[in-house]
């Protein structure tokens, strides 16, 4: 099992910033990517990122290019996603997940991230 603890959401205005952290532990060996998705209210859970362990390759939803920036930190097992210029459609609970060699998902609890207008 891989257990997963977001930290880092909070309230900003447009414009603003906020860095969301993703602790890894348990079996981190297991995972070849990880990643952060969204959901906002009454919205279906969406993507947001992903970076790769191996080679640190990433990608991007289209809505987020430019602005937001996932990063990692093998040695604390902990992905990390830098938020610029932050709109109020920002607005979501956001997901860390790990995606386990064998084809399993493992999620996070979620964070809170509110940008008012």
């Known amino acids: 099992q891989v257990q997963l603890v977001e930290s880092g959401g909070g309230l900003v205005q447009a414009g603003g910033s906020l860095r969301l952290s993703c602790a890894a532990s348990?079996?981190?060996?297991?995972?070849?990517?990880m990643g952060w998705f969204r959901q906002a209210p009454g919205k279906e859970r969406e993507f947001v990122a992903t970076?790769?362990?191996?080679?640190?390759?990433?990608r991007y939803a289209d809505s987020v290019k430019g602005r937001l920036t996932i990063s990692r930190d093998n040695n604390k097992n902990t992905v990390y996603l830098l938020m610029n210029s932050l709109k109020p459609e920002d607005t979501a609970i956001y997901y860390c997940?790990?995606?386990?060699?064998?084809?399993?998902?493992?999620w996070g609890q979620g964070t809170q991230v509110t940008v008012s207008s």
């Open positions: 997940t790990a995606y386990d060699l064998g084809g399993g998902r493992y």
């Open positions: 970076i790769s362990w191996s080679d640190s390759s990433t």
């Open positions: 348990g079996r981190t060996f297991s995972t070849h990517t």
